[in-house]
């Protein structure tokens, strides 16, 4: 079983003239830390690429695309300007998020097709507030839900777990309706952008396979297991996916001064070993972590938990025919939170 690693110096073109938290530091000071740790010639790098058309057209809209296009350029790239009042972009955004989302799709398809391989794509900028037709939050092209398509479309079953501490508002939007992809987030509430309610369990075809667990402020380690041993691991085995896809945000660290939970670097490593327990491919893509200590520190914790991993190669068993992987796991957050709630003192 192999891990790879997936990077690269388009990432930094990402930049903005003045302060943001969304800069090329931070992913540079998880590369650096990479080159000095004892990991270097455990993983296997595999190279960046561009995000295809076929490859973005099956969750973005064509007028947004070409609106992204006109705005930024291509060949000729353009200035520096804003997409929302969070969402700036400068001249190497273009290619930046392109090779952002094809990053995550190339190392999705690897690992889908391999017996048991993982990895993690360390691409910015980040991706689950973009919607189909919108970009939001630092959030231009939603890198895990074109991965998660791209893997959907040579038949396989795929589930994403989101432990950005913001709710991945975009990829539920694009997913809420599917059917065929499971989406589960856990994340800080109430808290930006608004959305990520126990109630939200999808619609139509896709009702049952949106399972968000919207925790307190101040949730940590204990918070976060209870999570996973109570719904999230039950809601993936009884999905029993081919691969699961990662949003992993890593700003849920204590140290983390966007939002306000408590985790720690082997909170980290301990969520992405229960994801390996369920099914060993496992595909993480970098999603927010703005202080450049912790978030160095937390993605080496999680890398070291990728490259001794022996688990499974598979979970088998059961296979829902119909909404009930997510549906059923709906009243067992609400119980969860009521004991959270108490917890806190809410």
């Not at 991965?147 to 997913?175: L, Y």
């Not at 978030?295 to 070291?304: E, F, H, K």
Request: hydrophobic residues 40%; proline residues 6%.
């Amino acid at each position: 079983m192999k891990t790879y690693l997936s990077s690269g110096e388009v990432f930094l073109g990402h930049r903005l003239v003045g302060e943001h938290p969304e800069r090329p530091e931070r992913l540079q000071a998880v590369l650096t830390a990479i080159d000095g740790s004892d990991l270097v010639g455990r993983f296997r790098w595999l190279p960046p690429r561009r995000a295809t058309d076929e490859e973005l057209l099956r969750v973005h809209t064509a007028p947004y695309l070409a609106d992204l296009r006109q705005r930024m350029g291509d060949l000729q790239p353009k200035g520096q300007g804003w997409l929302d009042p969070d969402t700036y972009y400068g001249p190497g955004t273009y290619q930046a998020a392109l090779h952002a989302a094809g990053t995550a799709c190339e190392l999705a398809l690897r690992i889908a097709e391999s017996s048991g391989d993982n990895g993690f794509a360390l691409v910015r900028p980040p991706g689950h507030h973009a919607s189909s037709d919108r970009a939001m939050g630092f959030c231009l092209l939603n890198n895990v839900a074109v991965a998660a398509a791209a893997v959907r479309a040579t038949g396989r079953r795929v589930a994403i777990v989101d432990f950005d501490v913001h709710h991945g508002n975009g990829t539920e939007e694009i997913f809420a309706r599917d059917g065929s992809v499971l989406v589960i987030s856990l994340h800080q509430f109430p808290f930006y952008p608004g959305s990520g309610a126990a109630t939200a369990i999808g619609e139509g075809n896709g009702r049952g396979f949106i399972v968000n667990i919207p925790l307190p402020e101040g949730s940590a380690g204990p918070e976060y297991k209870l999570a996973c041993k109570r719904v999230v691991l039950p809601v993936l085995r009884r999905f029993a996916p081919d691969v699961i896809l990662v949003s992993a945000g890593f700003d849920g660290h204590a140290q983390d001064s966007l939002a306000g939970m408590g985790l720690v670097e082997d909170d980290y490593a301990a969520m992405v070993a229960s994801l390996l327990a369920v099914q060993s491919r496992l595909v993480l893509v970098l999603e927010g972590g703005y202080h450049t200590s912790a978030l160095p520190a937390s993605v080496l914790s999680v890398l070291r938990v990728l490259i001794d991993a022996t688990g499974p190669g598979g979970p088998g068993g059961y296979r829902p025919s119909g909404h009930d992987a997510g549906t059923a796991a709906s009243d067992e957050v609400r119980r969860l939170l009521g004991e959270l709630q108490k917890l806190h003192g809410l």
